[in-house]
Nanobody, 115 residues
Framework: QVQLVESGGGLVQAGGSLRLSCAASGLTSSIRDMGWYRQAPGSQREFVARISRPGATTYTDSVKDRFTISRDNAKSTVALQMNDLKSEDTAVYYC?????????WGQGTQVTVSS
């Protein structure tokens, strides 16, 4: 089993920045991809960004050039630096990891961007 704990959400004005962090514990060996999804009120959960174990990154188009994902394999952590935040970024952000063909999810952290 893998447990994930997120931190760093909050309220920020449009144009501001936030940094989300996620720490994995438990069976963290063999974790492959780590990343983030988000879910806005009334919407389905959507992909935001992922990073492979070697460090290859993928972003959804709406956050490219504004968000940066990074990871520390030694500490089993993943972070999401979010800059130039927009009201449409308001959502609950969920960390996830893939390990041995199974996906584990964090509990979510709220990000609210005021315009």
């Amino acid at each position: 089993q893998v447990q994930l704990v997120e931190s760093g959400g909050g309220l920020v004005q449009a144009g501001g920045s936030l940094r989300l962090s996620c720490a994995a514990s438990g069976l963290t060996s063999s974790i492959r991809d780590m990343g983030w999804y988000r879910q806005a009120p009334g919407s389905q959960r959507e992909f935001v960004a992922r990073i492979s174990r070697p460090g290859a990154t993928t972003y959804t188009d709406s956050v490219k050039d504004r968000f940066t994902i990074s990871r520390d394999n030694a500490k089993s952590t993943v972070a999401l630096q979010m800059n130039d935040l927009k009201s449409e970024d308001t959502a609950v952000y969920y960390c996830y990891v893939d390990r041995n063909s199974r996906t584990y999810w964090g509990q979510g952290t709220q990000v609210t961007v005021s315009s």
